[in-house]
């Protein structure tokens, strides 16, 4: 067996610190989670960046859990089949995912988020609701992946993540999206995770798509609010999308053909709403997530 490293006065003086200062923010992160400031989530969020959330045990996490307890952590962790010492960066995936169902059921959980659906014609301004419920800080907006190249005033990251045909093939084989759908030549998915995430979070959700991908969301998650934003009337939308610069005028012809047929979808969604004006849209999407 090798000796242990010899360090000198100056290292044996630094790693005492950082266990020190460990030691602080795990303690400060467990009298979070007993005055219920934070969830079991956050914490696994937390553990994702910081090395000494990573490394605390699970044991140590679970007991400080208001109303949890040692013997109930006991159970819990042997009904999972976490060893005593885990840590937090040792739980493989499964368990993970058992520990939320576990606290999603309990009073510990975070009441999760609402997960509301913009759909509608393309051309009927649901980007521009959608920036705006953004900023007013309401809703966590979802990112698309898309294989559509982007618009000159488009930035990767925040409008979409551009990706490749393969890299989108590849999301889809993965199961990465919550939906994916084609649209006017190219394809457009939802990343499941993130949205996963901020729901249990407790954050609202806004999903900006068209309608066959809504569809899909209602399918998976019923309790999903689909709202169909109606133009005020068909020439409004004609101008909208023929005043389109950005599009080439195959485009544009293709895009009016397919929302007359978007039109129609209308009497599937929970909520139809005509976007008259964009304040007020914004207001009634913020509205609807409180009930
Ligand atoms: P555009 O190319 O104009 O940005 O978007 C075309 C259409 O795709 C719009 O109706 C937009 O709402 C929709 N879209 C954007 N992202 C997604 C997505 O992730 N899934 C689905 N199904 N549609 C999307």
């Known amino acids: 067996m090798g000796l242990p490293p010899q360090l000198t006065a100056e290292q044996r003086q630094q790693a005492l ?15 979070k989670m007993k005055n219920g400031e934070i969830s079991i989530d956050d914490i696994l969020l937390l553990a994702k960046n910081e090395d000494a959330i990573a490394k605390m045990r699970v044991k140590e996490l ?10 109930r952590a006991q159970s819990l ?10 840590r937090i960066q040792g739980l ?13 059921k309990s009073d510990h959980a975070v009441k999760p988020g609402k997960l509301l659906v913009l759909s509608g014609p393309g051309g009927v301004g649901k980007s521009t609701v959608a920036k705006e419920l953004r900023e007013a800080g309401d809703f966590w907006v979802s990112v698309s992946a898309t294989t559509r190249k982007p618009r000159s005033n488009e930035i990767d990251g925040r409008d979409y993540f551009f990706v490749t045909d393969e890299e989108f093939t590849r999301m889809v084989n993965a199961d990465e999206f919550l939906e994916w759908a084609e649209f006017a030549g190219n394809r457009y998915g939802t990343p499941l995770e993130k949205v996963e995430h901020a729901l249990l979070l407790g954050r609202n959700v806004l999903l900006e798509i068209e309608i066959a991908g809504a569809k ?15 133009p005020p009337t068909w020439e409004e939308l004609v101008s909208r999308l023929e005043g389109r610069g950005t599009d080439s005028p195959e485009r544009r012809a293709e ?3 397919l929302a007359q047929e978007e039109l129609a979808a209308a009497s599937f969604f929970d909520v139809v709403l005509v976007n008259d004006q964009v304040k007020s849209v914004v207001g009634k999407l ?3 997530s409180h009930n």
């Open 17 to 31: 610190l950082k266990a020190a200062n460990s030691r602080k923010r795990r303690a400060e992160v467990k009298s």
């Open 62 to 71: 679970l007991e400080s859990l208001s109303g949890v307890g040692k013997v």
């Open 77 to 86: 962790m042997e009904r999972l089949n976490i060893s005593p010492s885990r």
């Open 92 to 104: 493989g995936r499964l368990q993970v995912k058992q520990l939320r169902e576990e606290f999603m």
């Open 216 to 230: 899909q969301v209602k399918a998976h998650l019923p309790q999903s609010v689909l709202v169909f934003l109606e």
């Open 255 to 257: 895009r009016l053909e």
């Open 286 to 288: 913020i509205e609807l």
